[in-house]
Nanobody, 130 residues
C-alpha cells in the first residue's frame, strides 16, 4: 500500500511562489516516475509535472512550463514542486502519484501525466492564488 502525503499549499497572491512536497512510502517495487496532478471542482484531474526517478528527467504540462520545477530526493522518497509566478488559474487541489497501475513497464511521459494510470493518491494540498 503506497502512501502519499502532500504538503506546502496555501494562499498566495498572483505572482507569488509556493513549494509543494510529497512524501511517499510503502513501495513494493521500484517506481519509474513521481508525478504531480491538480484538480478543481467539476474538472478532471490534470497532470502537471512528472519526473523519472532514474535520471531526474522532468516533464511539464504546457501551462506551467517556465514557472514550475519538479525535483526529487530519492533517498527520502520525496518529490517537490516549486511553483513560481503563480496565476489564478493555478488554483486547485494538488496531488502526487507514484504507483502506476502497470508497474512492470515504465510509463511514457504522456502516460505519467495521465491521472487514470494511478489508483492511489494522498489527501492533496490546496493551492489558492488570488
Amino acid at each position: 500500500h503506497v502512501q502519499l502525503v502532500e504538503s506546502g499549499g496555501g494562499l498566495v497572491q498572483p505572482g507569488g511562489s509556493l513549494r509543494l512536497s510529497c512524501a511517499a512510502s510503502g513501495f513494493t517495487h521500484t517506481t519509474c516516475a513521481m508525478n504531480w496532478f491538480r484538480q478543481v471542482p467539476g474538472k478532471e484531474r490534470e497532470g502537471v509535472a512528472a519526473i523519472y526517478v532514474a535520471g531526474s528527467t522532468p516533464y511539464y504540462v504546457d501551462s506551467v512550463k517556465g514557472r514550475f520545477t519538479i525535483t526529487q530526493e530519492n533517498t527520502k522518497n520525496a518529490v517537490y514542486l516549486q511553483m513560481n509566478n503563480l496565476k489564478s488559474e493555478d488554483t486547485a487541489m494538488y496531488y502526487c502519484a507514484a504507483d502506476w497501475k502497470w508497474p512492470t513497464v515504465c510509463q511514457t511521459s504522456a502516460q505519467a501525466l495521465e491521472a487514470s494510470g494511478y489508483d492511489r493518491w494522498g489527501q492533496g494540498t490546496q493551492v489558492t492564488v488570488s
